[in-house]
């Protein structure tokens, strides 16, 4: 079983669409969650860090569910600019080990 | 954010040359660095975990004396991937850690190898 998994997509949603991703996690154990963004041939970039508690950046939303080791990510008004693949990832313990997951791939279409 | 540059961004080299990719952090001692391999349309691979001072953690299937890593200063690591084949071409990517806020990684561009 992977660490982490993920519903690799493709979604396609027009623009000003609401779309969300969960992604779920084997380890309990697990200490630290994130969603990272990567663009087609680029590195992954930090979009933010998911907290038990939930945390909003504008117009993104990330939500831990410890007791069933998920984590979403919710996007609403969707823009042309978020089409990428976003990546879950779950650390363990001492941040010695991160774990990725394969990917969801985002197209929002005009 | 903290700057973590890798080089080169894009190599081409015959079956049987060795290459070699460098990542530095610019503006921040990185005590940890991770080398990942991505082919298409797949997710990151750790390849190996790269602590200053010390020998490189790999994981498992990944051939050390194939792929060398060498972290020899708080902001730089090196990975030689030694007699490259054709099935290593993917594209590599490193990350760090800062000893400020070890929970985040930063990620050098990625180095494309094509392998002929």
């Known amino acids: 079983r992977k660490e982490v998994e993920q519903d690799p997509g493709p979604f396609n949603v027009p623009e000003g669409a609401t779309v969300a991703f969960n992604c779920t996690y084997s380890?309990?154990?697990?200490?630290?969650f994130f969603w990272y963004r990567q663009d087609c041939r680029k590195e992954p970039k930090l979009l933010m860090s998911?907290?038990?508690s939930g945390n909003e950046d504008g117009r993104f939303t990330a939500q831990l569910n410890r007791a069933s080791q998920y984590i979403s990510l919710l996007i609403r008004d969707s823009k042309l600019s978020d089409s990428a693949t976003y990546l879950c990832?779950?650390?363990?313990?001492?941040?010695?080990?991160?774990?990725f997951g394969s990917g969801t791939k985002l197209n929002v279409k005009p | 954010g903290a700057v973590v540059s890798q080089h080169p961004s894009r190599v081409i080299c015959k079956s049987g040359t060795s290459v070699k990719i460098e990542c530095r952090s610019l503006?921040?001692?990185?005590?940890?660095m991770f080398w990942y391999r991505q082919f298409p349309k797949q997710s990151l691979m750790l390849m190996a975990t790269?602590?200053?001072?010390?020998?490189?953690?790999?994981e498992q299937g990944v051939e050390k004396d194939k792929f060398l890593i060498n972290h020899a200063s708080l902001t730089l690591s090196t990975l030689t991937v030694t007699s490259a084949h054709p099935e290593d071409s993917s594209f590599y990517i490193c990350s760090a850690l800062t000893n400020l806020a070890k929970n985040i990684q930063y990620f050098g561009a990625g180095t494309r190898l094509s392998v002929l």
């Open positions: 998911v907290y038990s």
């Open positions: 503006d921040f001692q990185a005590t940890t």
């Open positions: 790269s602590n200053e001072g010390s020998k490189a953690t790999y």
């Open positions: 380890n309990s154990a697990s200490q630290s």
């Open positions: 990832v779950v650390t363990e313990y001492n941040f010695n080990k991160f774990y």
